[in-house]
């Protein structure tokens, strides 16, 4: 018996293309969900651009890679930061090497040395320029 669905946004749930998701995957998830199915997102992306989820609803949400993990809207189950050392670190690092580098916090996104790499993840991503 089947207790749980995981799902990945881009490119399984969400178009590359049309960045949004079928009908027929919307149906088929919300008749998972009348079965008792529990259904969640399991994604690279942080919360702060999941913005081509529609009006779905998930119970729960595996993000950052597993470094933020959320049960319904705002219940966090789990986080594991950066320490903030290696935050300053990495800083450094990428503005003596002119590395284009997003930082992510809980609700908010920046980015460091903004170039061609970050306006290819904004465009494929369909998120707006990243603040500096």
């Known amino acids: 018996m089947i207790k749980a669905l995981f799902f990945d946004i881009d490119g399984t749930l969400v178009s590359f293309k049309t960045h949004s998701i079928p009908q027929s995957t919307i149906e088929a998830i919300n008749k998972a969900k009348e079965k008792g199915i529990k259904v969640f997102i399991s994604t690279g992306r942080p919360k702060a651009i999941m ?35 290696d935050v300053v670190t990495i ?5 003596k090497k002119s590395i284009s580098c997003i930082f992510v916090q809980e609700k908010k996104m920046g980015i460091c040395n903004p170039g061609w790499m970050s306006d290819e993840f904004s465009a494929t991503l369909n998120v707006p320029t990243l603040p500096e």
């Open 51 to 85: 913005n081509n989820l529609g009006k779905l609803e998930f119970d729960g949400y595996i993000t950052m890679n597993g470094a933020y993990c959320f049960a319904g809207t705002d219940e966090v189950i789990y986080k594991s930061s950066i320490t903030a050392g």
């Open 91 to 95: 800083v450094n690092l990428v503005k």
